[in-house]
T-cell receptor, first 117, second 111 residues
């Protein structure tokens, strides 16, 4: 299996532009998580899905952030409009689910490094 | 309010010696704890976990200790090797499906 795939790996954009980050979870995994990593706040959970349904988006910082999972193999995280303080590394992760639920180890993608100028 | 705290941003240890990484948590409802390791330009990878019904879990050179009364866990790496140089994240999970991560500790293994 190729693991969790994220694209792009790097994104540089100007303030005010729309940014879309993409994630393909591991096939068969029921849960998908979006995280943001910054020096100040570490690794923060933004939102997670179970069977394509958003379960908890309380970590999404503002209405400028939105996430979708139209099917089991694809998710997007969109920032519109982007601001310099959104600069961070964004990770997507998936887990199999099942009886263990969240106690399964999470498989992370390589991340997208976002820079907003 | 941080529920999972790693108070040491960095740690340097001589190769061959023991590395001890610490983690404190505030939420008594957490019942499962994990450690992840992260190399630069890569996503975190799972290292070891422990359930709250245990106080120790060992996997090769890695051992995690849990002290529920103190709300404290630690990761011991012995002996430390150069490839252990990485950022280590402590994480905790409770009755909901969320996993809360600490800010991480950067471990440097010195030759």
């Amino acid at each position: 299996d190729a693991g969790v795939i994220q694209s792009p790996r790097h994104e540089v954009t100007e303030m005010g532009q729309e940014v879309t980050l993409r994630c393909k979870p591991i096939s068969g995994h029921d849960y998908l998580f979006w995280y943001r990593q910054t020096m100040m706040r570490g690794l923060e959970l933004l939102i997670y899905f179970n069977n394509n349904v958003p379960i908890d988006d309380s970590g999404m910082p503002e209405d400028r952030f939105s996430a979708k999972m139209p099917n089991a193999s694809f998710s997007t995280l969109k920032i519109q409009p982007s601001e310099p303080r959104d600069s961070a590394v964004y990770f997507c992760a998936s887990i199999p689910g099942g009886d263990l639920g969240p106690y399964n180890e999470q498989f992370f993608g390589p991340g997208t490094r976002l820079t907003v100028l | 309010d941080q529920q999972v705290k790693q108070n040491s941003p960095s740690l340097s240890v001589q190769e061959g010696r023991i590395s001890i990484l610490n983690c404190d948590y505030t939420n008594s409802m957490f019942d499962y704890f994990l450690w992840y390791k992260k190399y630069p330009a890569e996503g975190p990878t799972f290292l070891i976990s422990i359930s709250s019904i245990k106080d120790k879990n060992e996997d090769g050179r890695f051992t995690v200790f849990l002290n529920k009364s103190a709300k404290h866990l630690s990761l011991h790496i012995v002996p430390s090797q150069p490839g252990d140089s990485a950022v280590y994240f402590c994480a905790a999970s409770g009755v909901d499906d969320k996993i809360i991560f600490g800010k991480g500790t950067r471990l440097h293994i010195l030759p």
